[in-house]
């Protein structure tokens, strides 16, 4: 049973427009959440987290919105660059003191329209 | 070199064969991670270490063993694998969370592409 969702397996965005990620999840336990961003032949690198006091953290081109009641969080990109093709990951975990399990999802493949 | 290195970078073996793969980081964290990333399934987690000590095993088969020497490298160790063992292998470093940093970020590795014959 897969506790975390990304029900879009590939996304194509144009240049300077909008890109949307959309992430959900089926455990309540889940308290903080992160979003990696993953090249070929390279590891996931992390982008931004949130938690869940918050519902909305930004950095740069970057936000991340969180939905507690529907489980749901997403990632805007604005503007959408070419460099931001690549495999999106999200991650969850209750971030109890000493636990590191990360649950990820599944990916979603972001390709930028030049 | 900074970050987190894993060697090799490509593996074929095939199911008799004893194989090891080797993390290393280079960030002074004290937890280190292992992930097996299938083609279409999620990251799924198999190894946490901290402070060299095993904290978790997800359930993980006995033909996979790993091993941490020092806080700086991990191995995994591969015996006798099955050909649905082919996969990324993917190593992660982080700091071990406190009550002053719950939750650290994880910094991955290029990871490893296993082939199992």
């Known amino acids: 049973d897969q506790q975390v969702k990304q029900n879009s397996p590939s996304l194509s965005v144009q240049e300077g427009r909008i890109s949307i990620l959309n992430c959900d999840y089926t455990?309540?336990?889940?308290?903080?959440f992160l979003w990696y961003k993953k090249y070929p032949a390279e590891g996931p690198t992390f982008l931004i987290s949130?938690?869940?006091?918050?519902d909305k953290n930004e950095d740069g081109r970057f936000t991340v919105f969180l939905n507690k009641s529907a489980k749901h969080l997403s990632l805007h990109i604005v503007p959408s660059q070419p460099g931001d093709s690549a495999v999106y990951f999200c991650?969850?975990?209750?971030?109890?003191?000493?636990?590191?399990?990360?649950?990820f999802g599944t990916g979603t493949r972001l390709t930028i329209i030049p | 070199e900074t970050g987190v290195t894993q060697t090799p970078r490509h593996l074929v073996m095939g199911m008799t064969n004893k194989k090891s793969l080797k993390c290393e980081q280079h960030?002074?964290?004290?937890?280190m991670y292992w992930y097996k990333q299938s083609a279409k399934k999620p990251l799924e987690l198999m190894f946490v270490?901290?402070?060299?000590?095993?904290?978790e095993n997800n359930s993980v088969p006995s033909r996979f063993s790993p091993e941490c020497p020092n806080s700086s490298h991990l191995f995994l160790h591969l015996h006798t694998l099955q050909p649905e063992d082919s996969a990324l292998y993917l190593c992660?470093?982080?700091?071990?969370?406190?009550?002053?940093?719950?939750?650290?970020?994880?910094?991955f590795g290029p990871g490893t592409r296993l082939t199992v014959l």
């Open positions: 455990n309540s336990m889940f308290d903080y």
């Open positions: 949130i938690s869940s006091i918050k």
């Open positions: 992660a470093s982080s700091q071990v969370a406190t009550w002053e940093r719950v939750t650290d970020t994880q910094y």
């Open positions: 960030l002074g964290h004290n937890a």
């Open positions: 270490y901290n402070f060299k000590e095993q904290t």
């Open positions: 991650a969850a975990t209750p971030s109890n003191f000493g636990n590191e399990k990360l649950t």
